[in-house]
């Protein structure tokens, strides 16, 4: 397989439950039949965000109530924001996860498609940025595009040039972001991250 194919096939598998991509829709998070994460299906308690659905942003749900507090403000008020620019709708479709929601997410991404290239992609538990809840992902797309231009206003950043949609607070509001890092894999591999 040619390494382009090789990761457009993981950003499927991650739009699938990764560090998903932009979606829709919103509401309760049942738990999904066949979709484990070792002790049972994965539910809203875990952060479960169904494949192809996301969150309104003010939902009072663990996907975003585990985030950090100023997080989830600037969240918050930068999606008012996009909707007064015109914004259709934003949707958060990534926030805060539960260790076992990220492993199965590890896990699948190296099933599928091996350390390395899960390794751009996927955090292990220990080092994801959605279990400590310092991380959202935000769709859709033309909202995820509005929080890459003006979402340093509120202190979001994006912090991989492959993750249009994955967001953390990085800068004080109204400073410029610094450039993301390439993929997830250099920002573990000792680059800085973003905001020192």
Known sequence: MHRWAAASAVAAVLAAGGCAAPGGGGGGLPGV?????????LTEDDGYVPVGGGLAVDADVP???GLDPELLA???EAAAAALDAGIDE???TGGWRSERYQEHLWEGAVREHGEEEARRWVASPTGSTHVSGDAVDIGYTNAADWFSRFGHEYGLCRTYANELWHYELAVEPGEPCPQPVADASARRGG???PGG
């Open 33 to 41: 039949s066949g979709l484990t994460g070792g002790a049972g299906p």
């Open 63 to 65: 996907a975003l109530t």
């Open 74 to 76: 600037a969240v918050r």
């Open 90 to 92: 934003v949707v958060v």
């Open 191 to 193: 680059a800085p991250a």
